[in-house]
């Protein structure tokens, strides 16, 4: 199904069963966001809100919940583009010679952008910010934001729509020291396509002219956060994917798109920033308040009977998970393309995405050699470790698949594979002082970190504990109960953290005791927690409390530990994922709200019957 707009993309699902309106009036302050995160969280379907409290518009959510609908709304273009990324090499060329490429079912003169005229598009009128429905997501963010938006930049350097880019970063609408409909807040990272149009218009002294579209056809919303191969703009992705060209126009040097529902246009000045945030954002955190960029506010427009898109991000799983599942199926086999060697790598989306890799490489470096150990390995981590939005990851947990299959997308199956070849004196290896996630507070300061790889292959090693080992038992005194989390890792439980000091001298004391009572080859990882029930409670607790709360250089510590020639070594790997006084508080429902939104829930209410439906 090719839509032309939002409203053609929701009369479907609501045909299909993937819909739902909500009649009720809704406070977009907390109460939208609690919905859509109760109905993710149950599976369910999208929902329209027809009556959001301070705006004439409605909203949108969950377009994006599950895989089943995603791919169920692209039904139609979904193989031809994924055809068109699998030709990375030069994906134009399926568009400048359609009948070479004829089985991709693409014409050039679909996928193209295309001007339409000048001026305000037919049916457009010229709003304020306030006008927009406000939705607050979390009690402590800093404002109103935009959360699905397409933010259009050109390279003044290179003009043009060709030469431009879209993304999507988040658009803060209030709050903070905004001036309501003259300002907004604008959270982009200088490498991004933006930062660079950035840097060149600053280098020219000039404003940078800035377009946020809001709503339109869903696939201009994936195309903004789409990793596109060298060559194949989001803009032509977007005629792509939705089978109809891009259409657009020029208002006051603004690049306006006819098909959106909302359209911002402003100028970001050089040097101009104001506190952004905070921000409950995709790892289960605040992003706290920082500088970014301040857009001045030009002209707003909405379309006639405009839809207002939104997402709630939070502790993962939440819907930009499916997106992440929605991106990899699309780009299918892209990262084996990028990196030689490489069969999977899986960003473990409930550490928090960014935070936890696992991959599996080839390993022929060493076919002959009586003891088997990582080395192309090593090489294939530095690539990855240096691609794109992987360079974010602290954690790399990488194989080479041997004497049995293996996957990354079974956690606990890969975890317990790793743990039982890895040589804990060998096969650990750090760098330190180095960049991960702006949003990752558990490091030095903004986008300083550092990383860890963790590599094994050959013939297992050890056999894993599945109970908590008496040794662990012996020295819990003072260090609270331990709990077995999953076969080889036990969580330990310790006093609150106070400083990077005193924990160095309390591990170092823990492992001394530890030593003291004999080897512990069966548990090669002990996770050091506030709370060893929660943590061992469940495989994403695990996961997303320890590799969301430690920085590696900073955090991991070893039984019999050591260093040689540089490189770190012990007997048992000790993180500690306890949380640290310049982390960001964790995201926390507010239990008033989560009360109030229970009548749209209740027998008769637009969403009373959710049990038995789904998405």
Request: hydrophobic fraction near 35%.
């Amino acid at each position: 199904m090719s839509y032309r707009n939002m409203e053609e993309c929701i009369i479907d699902l609501e045909k299909h069963g993937h819909l739902i309106r909500i009649h009720e009036e809704v406070d977009p302050h907390l109460e939208m966001a609690a919905i859509h995160m109760k109905v993710y969280e149950a599976g369910g379907p999208a929902l329209l809100f027809e009556k959001v409290r301070g705006s004439k518009y409605r909203a949108v959510s969950n377009l994006f919940g599950t895989i089943e609908r995603s791919k169920f709304i692209f039904r139609d273009t979904w193989e031809s583009s994924q055809a068109v990324i699998a030709l990375r090499s030069n994906p134009m060329k399926a568009l400048k010679q359609p009948l070479r490429y004829i089985g991709t079912g693409l014409a050039a003169r679909k996928a193209l952008p295309i001007k339409k005229g000048s001026g305000v598009p037919a049916g457009f009128e010229e709003i304020q910010i306030s006008d927009l429905p406000q939705i607050k997501h979390w009690q402590g963010d800093g404002g109103a934001f935009v959360t699905l938006p397409q933010v259009y930049s050109e390279d003044p350097d290179k003009p043009g729509i060709m030469n431009s880019n879209l993304g999507m970063y988040r658009i803060q609408l209030s709050g903070n020291e905004y001036e309501l409909n003259k300002e907004v807040g604008v959270h982009y990272q200088i490498h991004r396509g933006i930062g660079i149009h950035q840097a060149h218009a600053n280098r020219r002294g000039e404003p940078l002219k800035v377009s946020c579209f809001i709503g339109g056809p869903p696939a201009h919303t994936l195309s903004a956060v789409m990793p596109l191969p060298e060559g194949l703009s989001e803009m032509t992705f977007a005629g792509l994917l939705s089978g109809r060209h891009f259409r657009y126009s020029y208002v006051d040097g603004f690049c306006v798109s006819s098909d959106a529902d909302f359209v911002i246009t402003g100028e970001i000045h050089p040097g101009e920033t104001k506190p952004e945030g905070p921000f409950g954002d995709h790892l289960g955190y605040y992003s706290l308040t920082h500088p970014f960029p301040v857009m001045r506010v030009h002209k707003v427009y909405a379309k006639k009977g405009a839809i207002f898109p939104f997402t709630v991000v939070g502790r993962p799983p939440q819907e930009d998970t499916a997106f992440g599942e929605l991106i990899h199926e699309l780009t299918g086999g892209a990262i084996r393309s990028e990196i030689p060697g490489v069969k999977e790598v899986h960003a473990i989306d409930a550490a928090g995405v960014h935070p936890l890799l696992f991959a599996i490489g080839s390993e022929r470096y060493t076919p002959y050699q009586q003891l088997k150990q990582p080395a192309e390995l090593l090489t294939i981590s530095n690539r990855i470790l240096g691609t794109g939005q992987l360079s974010l990851a602290k954690y790399l947990f990488i194989t080479a698949e041997e004497d049995k299959p293996v996957s990354t997308h079974d956690i606990a199956g890969f975890l317990t594979y790793i743990l039982e070849r890895i040589n804990l004196r060998r096969d650990i290896h750090f760098q330190t002082n180095t960049t991960i996630d702006t949003l990752d507070y558990s490091g030095t300061g903004i986008n300083s970190g550092s990383k860890v790889v963790f590599a094994a292959v050959g013939e297992q090693k050890r056999s894993l504990c599945t109970e908590v080992p008496e040794v662990l038992q012996r020295v819990e005194q003072g260090w609270g109960p331990a709990a077995m989390i999953m076969p080889g890792i036990v969580a330990m439980q310790g006093k609150p953290f106070r400083d990077y000091s005193s924990a160095a001298e309390e591990i170092s004391g823990l492992s001394a005791a530890i030593a003291a009572q004999g080897a512990l080859d069966s548990c090669p990882m002990i996770i050091l927690c506030d709370d060893s029930s929660f943590m061992s409670e469940s495989l994403n607790n695990f996961l997303w409390a320890t590799f969301t709360r430690s920085n590696p250089s900073h955090d991991i510590h070893g039984v019999n530990s050591t260093v040689e020639h540089k490189h770190w070594a012990c007997d048992n790997v000790i993180i500690d994922a306890r949380v640290k006084p310049h982390q960001a508080p964790p995201l926390i429902p507010d239990p008033e709200v989560q009360r109030r939104i229970e009548r749209v829930f209740s027998e008769g209410a637009s969403l009373g019957g959710l049990r038995s439906r789904k998405g």
